[in-house]
């Protein structure tokens, strides 16, 4: 448990500069970043905004998954369509029944996008935005009307004119929890279904863009740069987090080559191989294996290696190969397919 505390403290650390939380923190939305290259996919970062809206502590939040604020009457369909686009590292946005620590439901815009590191594009983190929907069935009940262009502050004003001093202030968070004060029930009613208006959406959109402009900035000043959209060397492969991670646990020295890319690119570098090799695994992947070839190396051997990967087939040579330091060492190399269920190479 306590290595799981360090990895996700690391989590940040080893991209951002320490400021970066407190920059997050000035944001006003309530939002959620997570770590996919730690075990469970846990939350590292949660922001104030949702702190408050969700009832929870810090500490009861960060190590924990998302889905610890989903309940009985959250829609199952829903939910697999968020576990699709995390497999897929996709964005997505969906309206969302959630649960806050004392129990209440309420309805949300969830809008999930993710971070990318600019040297593998690799997924780093996934943020996602939770806007409260305010319910349109509260705002019929009570009379009101509601229109995208500024509806949300002469609503606001509305609200407010007649609200109670402590509920009083300017988040839709608490304008949702005035309207069910206001209404006949305990505020526990809460419809099947909630579409999310045009502001809420547009609300999600600029927060995401916030979120990832600080997490930009903040990676520039480490040199570890990222993006919100994958930004990797051109015709590079991508290597999904979860399959990342797996490769991770072999502590094997290993690379995998993607032979459908132009010049046959390197597309992972176990850590053994880079400290085999003494190479950063930013200046070998992306990169054709011949780096590792020097004056002494055997060109026989390499057109034993050629004809291998023409013919598909494995193959296990004996080559001389240099170090990044320019020293030589023996490379008992074995080169096998991986090849799906219909026998292609992949
Ligand atoms: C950044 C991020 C934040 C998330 N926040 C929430 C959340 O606030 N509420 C929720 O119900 N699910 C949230 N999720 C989704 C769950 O963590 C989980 O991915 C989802 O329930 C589907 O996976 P499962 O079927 O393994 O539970 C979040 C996911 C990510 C990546």
Same mark, same amino acid.
């Given at each position: 448990m306590?290595?799981?505390?360090?990895?996700?403290?690391?989590s940040?650390?080893?991209?951002?500069?320490l400021w970066v939380? +407190?920059?997050?923190?000035?944001?006003p939305d309530?939002?959620?970043?997570?770590?996919?290259?730690?075990?469970g996919h846990?939350?590292v970062f949660?922001s104030?905004?949702f702190?408050?809206?969700s009832?929870?502590s810090?500490?009861?939040?960060?190590?924990?998954?998302?889905?610890?604020f989903?309940?009985?009457?959250?829609?199952?369909?829903?939910?697999m369509?968020i576990?699709?686009?995390?497999? +897929?590292?996709?964005?997505?946005?969906v309206?969302l029944l959630?649960y806050k620590?004392?129990?209440?439901?309420? !309805?949300?815009?969830?809008?999930?996008?993710?971070?990318f590191?600019k040297?593998?594009?690799?997924?780093?983190?996934f943020?996602a935005?939770?806007?409260?929907?305010?319910?349109?069935k509260?705002?019929?009940?009570s009379g009101?009307?509601?229109?995208?262009?500024?509806g949300?502050?002469?609503?606001?004003?509305?609200?407010?004119?007649?609200?109670r001093?402590?509920?009083?202030s300017?988040?839709?968070?608490?304008?949702?929890?005035?309207?069910?004060l206001d209404?006949d029930d305990?505020?526990?009613?809460? +419809?099947?279904s909630?579409?999310?208006s045009?502001l809420?959406?547009?609300?999600?959109a600029?927060?995401?863009?916030?979120i990832?402009?600080?997490?930009?900035?903040y990676?520039q000043l480490?040199?570890?740069?990222?993006?919100?959209k994958?930004?990797?060397l051109?015709?590079?492969g991508?290597?999904?987090?979860?399959?990342?991670?797996?490769?991770?646990r072999?502590?094997q020295?290993f690379?995998?080559i993607d032979p459908h890319?132009p010049?046959?690119?390197?597309?992972?570098?176990?850590?053994?191989f880079?400290?085999?090799t003494?190479y950063?695994r930013?200046?070998?992947?992306?990169?054709?294996?011949?780096f590792l070839?020097g004056?002494d190396?055997?060109?026989t051997v390499?057109?034993q290696?050629?004809?291998?990967?023409?013919? +598909?087939?494995?193959?296990?040579?004996r080559?001389l190969?240099y170090?990044?330091?320019?020293?030589s060492f !023996?490379?008992?190399?074995h080169?096998?397919?991986?090849?799906?269920?219909?026998?292609?190479v992949?």
């Amino acid at each position: 448990m306590d290595s799981q505390l360090g990895l996700i403290e690391q989590s940040f650390n080893n991209r951002y500069t320490l400021w970066v939380h +407190e920059a997050l923190d000035e944001l006003p939305d309530s939002f959620t970043i997570t770590d996919p290259s730690i075990s469970g996919h846990p939350i590292v970062f949660a922001s104030r905004g949702f702190l408050k809206m969700s009832g929870f502590s810090r500490a009861e939040i960060i190590g924990r998954n998302g889905r610890m604020f989903q309940g009985p009457r959250t829609n199952r369909r829903t939910i697999m369509e968020i576990r699709e686009a995390i497999r +897929e590292e996709r964005p997505i946005e969906v309206n969302l029944l959630n649960y806050k620590k004392d129990g209440t439901p309420f !309805w949300m815009l969830f809008k999930m996008s993710l971070v990318f590191g600019k040297e593998d594009g690799r997924a780093t983190h996934f943020v996602a935005v939770q806007v409260p929907i305010v319910s349109r069935k509260h705002m019929r009940n009570s009379g009101m009307s509601y229109s995208e262009d500024g509806g949300g502050s002469r609503l606001r004003e509305i609200v407010f004119g007649s609200c109670r001093r402590e509920v009083c202030s300017d988040s839709l968070l608490d304008l949702d929890r005035v309207l069910a004060l206001d209404s006949d029930d305990t505020g526990l009613e809460i +419809e099947d279904s909630c579409e999310a208006s045009d502001l809420e959406k547009r609300k999600a959109a600029t927060a995401i863009d916030n979120i990832l402009s600080v997490l930009t900035h903040y990676s520039q000043l480490t040199g570890r740069l990222v993006c919100g959209k994958r930004c990797s060397l051109p015709g590079m492969g991508f290597i999904s987090s979860s399959l990342y991670i797996s490769l991770g646990r072999i502590k094997q020295s290993f690379v995998l080559i993607d032979p459908h890319l132009p010049d046959m690119p390197m597309v992972y570098a176990s850590d053994a191989f880079l400290k085999l090799t003494g190479y950063d695994r930013n200046e070998v992947v992306g990169q054709n294996c011949r780096f590792l070839n020097g004056v002494d190396t055997d060109t026989t051997v390499l057109y034993q290696i050629k004809e291998s990967i023409q013919t +598909e087939q494995a193959c296990t040579v004996r080559i001389l190969n240099y170090r990044k330091d320019k020293s030589s060492f !023996w490379n008992l190399l074995h080169i096998s397919p991986i090849r799906n269920a219909s026998g292609k190479v992949l």
